[in-house]
């Protein structure tokens, strides 16, 4: 009888440590959840945060994505790990249970049993310190997250700041060329013709309307309509010019004054310039001369009326942009 009584004090005894142990256990997987849910929780966010991104953000939102990914990854390995915590437990309680019948026995199994219950605790302590480790992974998971949401944030500003920017741009060349075309409109029957193209405005005349066949030097006509387009490019300072000769597949009678048609389309827009340049105070810094000789063509040069059309003279206008070019060069 005092036997039974002296094993019944042992079982008492020994059970204690490891029911606090199992109480710290259990905390830190209370612990574990609240950082799972609240991982959960930022992720679902940052998942509606990249659905407001345009398409010109996808390299970053596919980044975005592997990370939520690998978050995701790592929370299941997470749970996967309490998982495995809580299958040890249970082998804890069972070894402990198994203790109480060894402690029946001999000596020499009890000291076995107490040998495995002491390399399960030490099995645990080893899960615990990673779990720790993971939880440290977690964190700064969660502050490249910050960052990277800080980063969209600045794309997507920098997005809406560049459609303003478009926008204006638009505005501006469709007034601009408004204005053109109602400083040109008695030339409209005239060969002339005003569009825009690529965010700039075009000013084409043919041949007709400035030079006799072969020339370089413009008529009276010609430098009426070339003096009305300075007046609306003189109140325009924002506006860079561009004149571009053009001329059709008919090679020109070489000549001391022309050598071939890459001769003729040059100077036919720098004559256009010497006139806007002389009815104006256009700088020159704003104006380039391009000779284009039969390279551009609009129409077929196999008929008489698209020679005629070929042989033209553009004045390309284009508006300054150089806030929009910083934009676009922002890293």
């Given at each position: 009888?005092?036997?039974?009584?002296?094993?019944?004090?042992?079982?008492?005894?020994?059970?204690?440590?490891p029911?606090?142990?199992?109480?710290?256990?259990?905390?830190?997987?209370?612990?574990?959840?609240?950082?799972?849910?609240?991982?959960e929780?930022?992720?679902?966010k940052?998942?509606?945060?990249?659905?407001?991104?345009?398409?010109?953000?996808?390299?970053?939102?596919?980044?975005?994505?592997?990370?939520?990914r690998?978050?995701?990854?790592?929370?299941?390995?997470?749970?996967?790990?309490?998982?495995k915590?809580?299958?040890?437990?249970?082998?804890?309680?069972?070894?402990k249970a198994?203790?109480?019948?060894?402690?029946?026995?001999?000596?020499?199994?009890?000291?076995?049993?107490?040998?495995?219950?002491?390399?399960?605790?030490?099995?645990?302590?080893?899960?615990?310190?990673?779990?720790?480790?993971?939880?440290?992974n977690?964190?700064?998971e969660?502050?490249?997250?910050?960052?990277?949401?800080?980063?969209l944030?600045?794309k997507k500003?920098r997005?809406?700041?560049?459609?303003?920017?478009?926008?204006?741009k638009?505005?501006?060349?469709?007034?601009?060329?408004?204005?053109?075309?109602?400083?040109?409109?008695?030339f409209?029957?005239?060969?002339?013709?005003?569009?825009?193209?690529?965010?700039?405005?075009?000013?084409s005349?043919?041949?007709?309307?400035?030079?006799?066949?072969?020339?370089?030097?413009?008529?009276?006509?010609?430098?009426?309509?070339?003096k009305?387009?300075?007046?609306?490019?003189?109140?325009?300072?924002?506006?860079?010019i561009?004149?571009?000769?053009?001329?059709?597949?008919?090679?020109?009678?070489?000549?001391?004054?022309?050598?071939?048609?890459?001769?003729?389309?040059?100077?036919?827009?720098?004559?256009?310039?010497?006139?806007?340049m002389?009815?104006?105070?256009?700088?020159?810094?704003?104006?380039?001369?391009a000779g284009?000789?039969?390279?551009?063509?609009?129409?077929?040069?196999?008929?008489?009326?698209?020679?005629?059309?070929?042989?033209?003279?553009?004045?390309?206008?284009?508006?300054?942009?150089?806030?929009?070019?910083?934009?676009?060069?922002?890293?």
């Open positions: 009888m005092k036997i039974h009584v002296l094993f019944l004090a042992l079982i008492l005894l020994g059970s204690c440590v029911q606090k142990e199992f109480e710290k256990i259990r905390q830190q997987k209370q612990t574990c959840l609240e950082k799972q849910d609240s991982l929780h930022a992720n679902r940052l998942k509606v945060a990249n659905k407001e991104l345009s398409s010109k953000n996808e390299v970053l939102r596919d980044k975005n994505e592997r990370l939520m690998d978050s995701l990854s790592r929370a299941k390995r997470l749970i996967s790990y309490q998982q915590n809580e299958r040890l437990q249970d082998k804890y309680e069972s070894l198994t203790q109480e019948k060894l402690l029946k026995g001999t000596t020499q199994e009890t000291k076995k049993l107490l040998r495995e219950i002491q390399n399960s605790q030490e099995k645990l302590q080893a899960k615990e310190d990673r779990l720790q480790v993971l939880e440290e977690l964190n700064q969660r502050e490249q997250l910050k960052k990277l949401r800080r980063q944030e600045n500003q997005l809406v700041k560049l459609e303003k920017i478009l926008h204006q638009d505005s501006l060349v469709d007034r601009l060329k408004q204005k053109v075309s109602d400083a040109l409109y008695g409209r029957n005239e060969g002339l013709d005003v569009k825009t193209k690529n965010g700039k405005v075009y000013v005349m043919e041949e007709k309307l400035l030079f006799p066949s072969g020339s370089t030097v413009i008529d009276q006509r010609g430098k009426q309509a070339i009305e387009l300075a007046g609306v490019l003189e109140g325009n300072q924002d506006i860079n561009m004149v571009e000769g053009h001329t059709d597949t008919v090679p020109v009678i070489s000549s001391k004054a022309i050598k071939d048609n890459w001769d003729l389309s040059v100077k036919r827009a720098t004559a256009v310039i010497r006139i806007l002389k009815h104006s105070s256009i700088k020159g810094e704003r104006i380039i001369a284009r000789s039969k390279y551009l063509p609009v129409a077929t040069n196999n008929t008489k009326a698209g020679r005629r059309k070929n042989r033209r003279t553009e004045i390309i206008l284009t508006p300054k942009f150089g806030e929009l070019l910083d934009i676009l060069n922002m890293q």
